[in-house]
Structure formats: structure tokens, C-alpha cells
């Protein structure tokens, strides 16, 4: 039967194959699918003493008390109520903030007129990375529609490294068993925080081969998994619940950061673009909010070595994290307004440039407030990332000082010192001086070039939507029919009754818990 735009996102009003593939695959339930699963979580978060928060109380933490709901519980434990703390507004401490902790970048730094803000990451608890958002985001729903049942499934978490480790905490604190894939060649300290938080890091941590742009062996891997009913894959890249919760939580965070720039800078800023790296495309969704509320663009970017959007390009890289050569199904690609990428030759050298003392001394003597070179620590690769596509879009359109771009540090700088030592040895003979900082200065930061960027056309949004294809029909089994709604924008607007709906399905779920005792 043919889908409609205006009928897609429902899913009882499509046929089996359309239904399956929304609710399995899309991660789109709007009821309960299993009761018995249901009533098995039930019973389970009765026993643990775990309450779910729903996705507005995340958007908004001064909705509930803080103190009340996450008690004493050690931010960086195995504690169901670190659930709470699952929002943009908490502190290094893991205390709650009135507006997530953010830093505005100078001149000095980027070159540019333009501020750029940047919303830190590593104030997430547990994993001190935003995935832990997006783990929840994917979790929460499946078990309030009773399709993930915690005594009886294993959570197999795909990830190219922070959705892994969100996912592993996750289902640790809402008593599930979850197992990690994720490439071999990902950062030593991902491997050194999985074997803690792992029962079996034997068992439960799979490797599979490459480095972060290896997606399709993850692939494989989960599918192999999938044959095994007991195993359920929460697949970041198709899971719409990332990109819904990352719409919902990240969105209002960011614009509520951007409003308290706007007013501390007494100047009549506007909020003209948001830049974001790809992985699994979740965090771009805040795009989506930026724009409608701010008329924002959205920039989508990715590693120079993977140049996937940007010339249908393949390749290896090491900005951990992001372009996994291929579109994510959860990508709203029509919305995206530019493609900017990155070298990991400027992301490898910049995280040293910031981390070593030669570095933070050269950035001194360039005049760069001390007090910012401190906060640089919070940048990990795909920060770094984020931070200069910011500044090549500022040059691209030609931005001003009122006009203020917008990103996010996904995570810091404390998970990459294996990364840093490897470039040490290997690109500066265990060395890096006044010099290389010199030069890595002057290589990456001193005048961004604006290469590299193209400012999306419709035929370019078709090239990169189209890419796709190849990725889900012909491999993953999307229906073509769901593949192509994706065009239109009535799809991606028409999913957000959604977010509604589970928040009313936690609600129930939490008073059946209470009920239950």
C-alpha cells in the first residue's frame, strides 16, 4: 500500500512490513507492544528502585529537584538515579547549573569577528560524554512500550566508541546486561572505561575490525547477533530516538545558552549557524530547533579523510566519533544548509597544541585570555572538529561580530591521552616544542582556509540523501517506501507527537513501579 506523508510517522496505520520496520527498526512504538515485557520491567524497577525522568524534565531540569532525585549518588558510579542527571545542565561536580557550562571564543583564538559558543559535553554523567543522552534516548522508549525487557535481553550497543560506553552505563543502571561493539582501533581509554563498567569485558565488549569510519562491520556484527532473539541492537544510527531526544534536550539547551550569550554581550546577536559532526547524526537534530526558533543554519560536518558528504568519499580517520562513511538513517539531510570538512591532521595537532605546556604557552603569548586555555582541556577531537567548521562557516558566509555560531564539545580531552601519545612518538620524536606549537598554530588556526565547504544546493542535499540508499534498502532492509518519506520535512515534523507520547508512557510506567510496591 502506498505511505503518505501526512500518515507516516503512525505506525498502526500502515501495513505489517511499514509497522515492523517503524517499530523495530525506527524505534517508533507509540504503544505497548509486549505486555508481559512491560510488566517484567515493572517488577524489575520495583526491585532496583529505579524512576525514569521523561524527555521534557530533561529539557528542563528546574522542573524537578535535583537534590531529591539524584541524592548522593556518585556522578560517575552505577547508580539509577545518575538517570537525572542526564541533561546539558550539570557541572564537572555533577551538581545542576542554571545554564549549561559553555564558553564563548575569542578573536584571538579563531580569527574570525564572529563568537563562537561551545556547550560542553563532559559534564554528562557516568561516561563524561553527551551519548549518554542519546543511550537513554534510544533505551527509554523500548522499554516503556514493553519492547526491551530487561530480564530477558541483552542491549547490544553499535557505536564507533562514547554511544557504546553511554549504552553500557545506561543498562547498568536500569538493570539490563548490554553489550558494546565497537572498531579495535578506537581510543585505548574508551577500552579501559568498558572493562570497569563491563560484568564480562570477554563477553560483553565486542571488537570488530578498523578504526571510525568501520561502520559496515558493526553492522555485520549486530545482524549476526540479531539472529539470536535474547540479543536486542539499539542501532544509534536508525534509533529515531536519538535524534528525538537530541531535537528535544540538546535543542532547548543550546538555544537557552545561546539567549544568555545574547543577553550578557548587550549587542543584538543572532544566532546564524550551528555546526555539528556527524556519527550517527543524532546531535544534528538540535539543528532543527535552532532553526525554527533562531532561523539558524545547520552545518553538517565530517573528517577531510572520509569526505562522505562531501564528495561520496570513503576513507580512514582518527576524529573518534563522527564520519562513519555512510548517512545515517536518523540524518534529516534536506535540512542540512552546508557540509564543511575537517583533516585529522589539525584535530591530532590542536589536541596537542592545547594539552601540552609548550602549546597552552604559545597560545599565551598569542593572546589568548589564560582563562580560556584552561577550559581547552574540555575539547576532544570532535570538538576541536566542531569548533573549526564554526570558523570556516564564518568566513563562508561572511559573518560579522552579531552574528554568533554555535556548537558543542561532545567530550574532552581526558579520553585521548593514549591518541596523544601515539602522535607524540610517532609525529614529533616524542617531543613537542615551541616550534611545533609554532607551526601547529600556524598550520591550523592562524587562517582558516575555507576549502573543503559546500553551501548545499537542492541538488546537493539529493546527492547526499541518495547515498543512503545503498546503506539501508539495498543492506539493512529499510522499506523504500519509509526511505524516501524521509524527503519531507511533514516526516521529521510529524515524528515529534512522539516525544509526547512516550513522556505520558513513562509517566504511567513510573506510577506502576510506585503501584507495584
Not at 524505534?27 to 525522568?53: H, K, M, Q
Not at 548587550?266 to 559532526?277: C, G, N, P, Q
Request: net charge negative; with cysteine; hydrophobic share 40%.
Amino acid at each position: 500500500m502506498p505511505v503518505t506523508v501526512t500518515d507516516i510517522p503512525t505506525a498502526d496505520a500502515q501495513g505489517d512490513t511499514t509497522t515492523a520496520a517503524l517499530e523495530n527498526q525506527f524505534g517508533l512504538a507509540d504503544r505497548v507492544v509486549d505486555p508481559d515485557a512491560l510488566a517484567n520491567s515493572v517488577e524489575r524497577f520495583r526491585e532496583r528502585g529505579i524512576t525514569l525522568p521523561t524527555f521534557a524534565q530533561l529539557a528542563d531540569p528546574s522542573s524537578f529537584d535535583h537534590d531529591e532525585r539524584v541524592g548522593d549518588a556518585d556522578p560517575q558510579g552505577p547508580d539509577a538515579r545518575n538517570l537525572w542527571r542526564v541533561h546539558w545542565y550539570g557541572d564537572l561536580a555533577g551538581g545542576r547549573v542554571e545554564v549549561p557550562d559553555h564558553v564563548v571564543l575569542p578573536s584571538s583564538l579563531t580569527g574570525v569577528e564572529s563568537p563562537i559558543v561551545v556547550v560542553f559535553g563532559d559534564r554528562f554523567p557516568m561516561i563524561t560524554a553527551h551519548k549518554v543522552l542519546a543511550a537513554y534516548s534510544c533505551l527509554a522508549p523500548r522499554v516503556v512500550t514493553g519492547q526491551f525487557d530487561p530480564t530477558r535481553h541483552r542491549a547490544i550497543w553499535p557505536s564507533t566508541g562514547n554511544y557504546a560506553r553511554g549504552g553500557i552505563a545506561i543498562s547498568r543502571i536500569m538493570a539490563s546486561r548490554g553489550v558494546a561493539i565497537l572498531p579495535e582501533g578506537m581510543s585505548q581509554e574508551r577500552f579501559d572505561w568498558l572493562d570497569r563498567w563491563c560484568a564480562d569485558p570477554d563477553e560483553d565488549v565486542i571488537r570488530t575490525f578498523g578504526t571510525e569510519s568501520n561502520v559496515k562491520e558493526i553492522y555485520d556484527a549486530c545482524n549476526e547477533l540479531a539472529l539470536d532473539p535474547e540479543n536486542f541492537v539499539l542501532n544509534q544510527f536508525s534509533e529515531f530516538g536519538n535524534h528525538l531526544g537530541h531535537l528535544t534536550v540538546t535543542g532547548r539547551a543550546l538555544g537557552h545558552v545561546f539567549e544568555t550569550v545574547r543577553a550578557s554581550s548587550e549587542r543584538d546577536l543572532r544566532l546564524a549557524a550551528f555546526t555539528s559532526a556527524t556519527g550517527s547524526a543524532g546531535t544534528i537534530a538540535a539543528g532543527d530547533h535552532l532553526k525554527e526558533a533562531y532561523g539558524s543554519r545547520t552545518v553538517a560536518v565530517e573528517a577531510l579523510e572520509c569526505p562522505t558528504m562531501l564528495e561520496n568519499g570513503y576513507g580512514e580517520h582518527n576524529i573518534q566519533g563522527i564520519g562513519d562513511k555512510h548517512i545515517p538513517l536518523i540524518h534529516n539531510v534536506m535540512s542540512t544548509d552546508l557540509v564543511v570538512a575537517i583533516s585529522d591532521d589539525a584535530t591530532d595537532e590542536l589536541d596537542l597544541l592545547f594539552n601540552s605546556d609548550a602549546g597552552r604557552a604559545h597560545l599565551a603569548r598569542k593572546g589568548v585570555p589564560e582563562e580560556l586555555v584552561a577550559q581547552l582541556e574540555h575539547f576532544g577531537f570532535s570538538s576541536i572538529c566542531n569548533v573549526l567548521a564554526a570558523i570556516k562557516t564564518a568566513k563562508v558566509l561572511d559573518l560579522g561580530p552579531d552574528d554568533a555560531l554555535i556548537t558543542v564539545a561532545t567530550d574532552g580531552a581526558a579520553l585521548y591521552p593514549s591518541e596523544r601519545a601515539k602522535l607524540l612518538a610517532t609525529r614529533y620524536d616524542g617531543d613537542f616544542d615551541a616550534s611545533d606549537a609554532a607551526e601547529a598554530w600556524g598550520a591550523h588556526l592562524a587562517d582558516v582556509d575555507t576549502d573543503n565547504v559546500i553551501d548545499c544546493t537542492a541538488a546537493d542535499r539529493r546527492r547526499i540523501f541518495n547515498l543512503g540508499y545503498y546503506t539501508w534498502v539495498e543492506q539493512q532492509g529499510t522499506p523504500f517506501e519509509l526511505f524516501e518519506a524521509r524527503r519531507r520535512q511533514e516526516f521529521w515534523t510529524g515524528l515529534r507527537r512522539y516525544v509526547g507520547v512516550w513522556d505520558e508512557m513513562i509517566g504511567e510506567f513510573n506510577e506502576r513501579v510506585a503501584a507495584s510496591g
